[in-house]
Nanobody, 122 residues
Framework: EVQLVESGGGLVQPGGSLRLSCAAS????????MSWVRQAPGKGLEWVSG????????TYGDSVKGRFTISRDNAKNMLYLQMNSLKPEDTGVYYC???????????????WGQGTQVTVSS
């Protein structure tokens, strides 16, 4: 059974940092691209960042470029999102999602995690 389990969310002040993790199991993690997608309260899904299976091709959404860093550890079946200089508009539920190849956008993923809440507020 494919499982994606996010963790690391929480409440942080503007300007602060958080590191999200996504633990993958039940499939060949190193053969799949992964992405982070978020949903702000009352809004639609927003693609945040993606990384290819080998970790050598990475893309970011314009709203997080220069502040967020995606990475993966294929030996541990883990995906990460380091979030720095957080802003209130980064508030939302963050999901990790699997795709056969690197994607940009919110479509084309075959498995999603349950999400982890990130709240940026003073």
């Amino acid at each position: 059974e494919v499982q994606l389990v996010e963790s690391g969310g929480g409440l942080v002040q503007p300007g602060g940092s958080l590191r999200l993790s996504c633990a993958a199991s039940g499939f060949a993690f190193s053969n799949n691209a992964m992405s982070w997608v978020r949903q702000a309260p009352g809004k639609g899904l927003e693609w945040v960042s993606g990384i290819n299976s080998g970790g050598d091709s990475i893309t970011y959404g314009d709203s997080v470029k220069g502040r967020f860093t995606i990475s993966r550890d294929n030996a541990k079946n883990m995906l990460y999102l380091q979030m720095n200089s957080l802003k209130p508009e980064d508030t939302g539920v963050y999901y990790c999602a699997r795709s056969p190849w690197l994607r940009v956008g919110v479509g084309g993923y075959d498995y999603w995690g349950q999400g982890t809440q990130v709240t940026v507020s003073s």
